[in-house]
């Protein structure tokens, strides 16, 4: 038995809390707030760590973002509309787990 802490264990736990903070962040504020969470970690990786040039940035690739989800959300099953949440969640989704996993470095 050595002595510390468990590596395996701790990064498993704060995966979980960061999870929960964000399912509850998103449930209080909003869906479309969800887009503010990831945009920002996109943008970074886009121009850099310089944050003269990453807000511009994140309001560029949010808006796009969310229009590509509208229009998507507006066009994949015609005469009928998909919510936009739904489009933001499929999309969005996997980009914050694959951030939160450490995936995406500025």
Do not use: C, Q, W
């Not at 887009?35 to 760590?49: E, M, N, S």
């Not at 309001?59 to 919510?83: H, K, M, Q, W």
């Amino acid at each position: 038995m050595g002595l510390g802490i468990s590596i395996h264990r701790t990064r498993l736990l704060l995966f979980f809390f960061v999870a929960i903070l964000t399912g509850a962040s998103v449930a209080l504020i909003g869906e479309i707030a969800f887009v503010g969470l990831i945009v920002p970690h996109f943008a970074r990786f886009i121009v850099g760590a310089n944050y003269k040039y990453i807000l511009p940035m994140s309001a560029l690739v949010g808006a796009l973002f969310l229009l590509i989800a509208d229009t998507l959300s507006r066009t994949l099953n015609p005469p009928f509309e998909i919510p936009i949440v739904a489009i933001l969640s499929v999309i969005g989704l996997p980009f914050f787990i694959y951030i939160v996993r450490g995936g995406l470095k500025g």
